[in-house]
């Protein structure tokens, strides 16, 4: 499966000068990226937002870089230098990209899981899904799993720290309950297909590890 491509961090919006009379157009954008406030120009943060558009083909798993490429240059507003931003972004850590069916050990120990949005539970009607949304309005619907993820995953040292402790829990719980006992690359698997369309929907963002 191609690889998908997402954005890193969480908006702070533009920031003006101090100036009088005002000046309407920004210093810089703000995006929040682990312990620091990084300053994108307007067209790097329109590149950045762009990767959260389309939130219908984030849930096919339908965006990756060259898609991202394409949009971009054939925008009513075309960005010429759509590609060497989109190559800059993911070097500063700012979009991230992997393979959701792969093997995410290694981007998932670098990333850190935090919720947005409300959490809304599940329905009669889809008791295995739990929504996920803003002003009582779900946006996605996941299981068990990766609800339970997106709500405590922030607890823990990286995602996939809390991927291995929730595979431990449901291993050591009795067999009485009824519980998936999945391993933690199978936590981390479901994880990586649902996080797209979270974080294209804003009910979730992922943060760099801090090193300590």
Request: hydrophobic fraction near 40%; include cysteine; aromatic fraction near 8%.
């Amino acid at each position: 499966m191609p690889r998908v491509i997402v954005p890193v961090g969480l908006s702070m919006g533009p920031r003006y000068r101090y100036v009088r009379p005002p000046d309407p157009r920004p210093e810089c954008y703000e995006i929040h990226l682990g312990d620091d406030l990084v300053e994108l120009t307007e067209d790097e943060t329109a590149v950045w937002a762009a990767a959260f558009i389309d939130a219908d083909r984030h849930s096919k798993l339908g965006v990756n870089r060259k898609s991202l490429i394409r949009m971009l240059e054939n925008a009513p507003r075309p960005e010429p230098r759509a590609a060497e931003i989109v190559e800059d972004l993911i070097s500063r850590g700012l979009l991230l990209e992997y393979d959701p069916e792969g093997d995410v050990q290694e981007v998932f120990r670098r990333h850190k899981l935090l919720p947005l949005g409300e959490g809304l539970g599940s329905t009669p009607e889809e008791p295995h899904l739990h929504r996920i949304g803003h002003q009582g309005n779900p946006k996605v619907a996941v299981p068990i799993q990766v609800y339970t993820q997106w709500s405590y995953a922030y607890l823990h040292p990286n995602l996939w720290e809390a991927c291995v402790y929730y595979a431990d829990e449901s291993e050591e719980a009795s067999a009485g309950e009824d519980v998936l006992n999945l391993t933690p690359g199978e936590v981390a698997r479901d994880v990586a297909l649902n996080l797209p369309m979270m974080i294209a929907t804003s009910c979730a963002f992922l943060d760099p590890v801090v090193a300590a």
